[in-house]
Nanobody, 120 residues
């Protein structure tokens, strides 16, 4: 069993930055792919970014070049640095763990979500 707890969401103006954190506990952190998904009101949940246990990273086209995913294995924490934020980035962001790439197929664990709101 893995527990995921996100933090770092909030309200920011367009063009600003936020860093989301996801602290994992339970089973060995390094054996999973970790990542982020988001869900905007009235829309389906979508893939944002992922990082494999070997350090390979994957990004949705909509965030490539603006968002960076990273991990601190000593702290069992995955981060999502979000720069140049746009109003369309507004969503609830969910941390995920499992074996997945670009979709939620293979996600075994979800966090509770953290709200990110970008004002224009």
């Amino acid at each position: 069993q893995v527990q995921l707890v996100e933090s770092g969401g909030g309200l920011v103006q367009a063009g600003g930055s936020l860093r989301l954190s996801c602290a994992a506990s339970g089973r060995t952190f390094s054996s999973y792919t970790m990542g982020w998904f988001r869900q905007a009101p009235g829309k389906e949940r979508e893939f944002v970014a992922a990082i494999s246990w070997s350090g390979n990273t994957y990004y949705a086209d909509s965030v490539k070049g603006r968002f960076t995913i990273s991990t601190d294995n000593a702290k069992n924490t995955v981060y999502l640095q979000m720069n140049s934020l746009k109003p369309e980035d507004t969503a609830v962001y969910y941390c995920a763990a499992g074996t997945f790439y670009y979709s939620d197929y293979g996600v075994d664990y979800w966090g509770q979500g953290t709200q990110v709101t970008v004002s224009s």
